[in-house]
């Protein structure tokens, strides 16, 4: 009956273990109770803010093209060759302020009807635009054809004069503040950047240049 008595002890000394580890360990009603008795140390984390939308900077705004200027006497053919790249409503026009240094002139004449006789045959030819000076000074009874920016472009004009028939016409230098007409393309892709390059060089004295979008 020895080992019976062994047995019991052993279960008793386990179970006596059991009871002091179990008061030992830590009540989770009591924690509970712990947390509540310091809620005022309790910090409430705000949710982190959302990212602030980025600025809309120079590179983002739309980019146009502004090809020009053109006076009266190109202004119809530099319209027909844009015409040519389909740009549809994305071309306009735009009146700008220039500083031309050439112009293509009929030399002033005797008097005013001598002028006008020569205006007309202007007409017959086929010339429609012209301005005749009737202001004193030594232009006087002169008749301007057209003011370009380059001396290229006043050139190739009175070239399309003769053409025509226009014999008495020259070319000079004239510096004066005029406005004149150019072109301004929204946002051209690649392939139009191209052939408008290439009507810069048909059209001498013509510039391309990057302008913001209005």
């Given amino acids: 009956m020895r080992w019976v008595f062994l047995l019991l002890l052993a279960v008793?000394?386990?179970?006596?273990?059991?009871?002091?580890l179990r008061d030992k360990a830590p009540n989770p009603d009591a924690q509970l109770i712990a947390l509540q008795m310091n809620a005022d140390k309790v910090q409430i984390v705000p949710p982190r803010?959302?990212?602030?939308?980025?600025?809309?900077?120079?590179?983002?705004?739309?980019?146009?093209?502004?090809?020009?200027?053109?006076?009266?006497?190109?202004?119809?053919?530099?319209?027909?060759?844009?015409?040519?790249i389909a740009l549809g409503v994305r071309a306009r026009?735009?009146?700008?302020?220039?500083?031309?240094?050439?112009?293509?002139?009929?030399?002033?004449?005797?008097?005013?009807?001598?002028?006008?006789?020569k205006a007309a045959?202007?007409?017959?030819?086929?010339?429609?635009?012209?301005?005749?000076?009737?202001?004193?000074?030594?232009?006087r009874y002169a008749i301007s054809l057209g003011v370009f920016r380059s001396e290229e472009g006043a050139t190739r004009?009175?070239?399309?004069?003769?053409?025509?028939?226009?014999?008495?016409?020259?070319?000079?230098?004239?510096?004066?503040?005029?406005?004149?007409?150019?072109?301004v393309i929204s946002e051209p892709t690649e392939a139009e950047s191209v052939k408008l390059a290439d009507l810069r060089n048909e059209f001498p004295g013509s510039e391309l240049r990057a302008v913001e979008c209005r």
């Fill in 12 to 20: 008793n000394v386990g179970f006596g273990v059991f009871v002091y």
């Fill in 121 to 139: 045959e202007l007409r017959d030819l086929g010339v429609d635009e012209y301005f005749p000076i009737l202001d004193p000074g030594r232009w």
């Fill in 49 to 84: 803010p959302a990212p602030a939308p980025a600025p809309v900077t120079a590179s983002a705004r739309l980019t146009c093209i502004e090809w020009g200027s053109f006076g009266a006497g190109e202004l119809a053919r530099a319209q027909g060759a844009l015409d040519r």
């Fill in 93 to 117: 026009r735009a009146e700008v302020g220039v500083t031309a240094g050439y112009w293509v002139y009929v030399p002033p004449l005797r008097s005013q009807a001598a002028m006008e006789r």
């Fill in 157 to 183: 004009f009175l070239a399309q004069l003769r053409q025509m028939g226009v014999r008495s016409a020259t070319v000079g230098e004239r510096e004066q503040r005029v406005t004149q007409t150019a072109f």
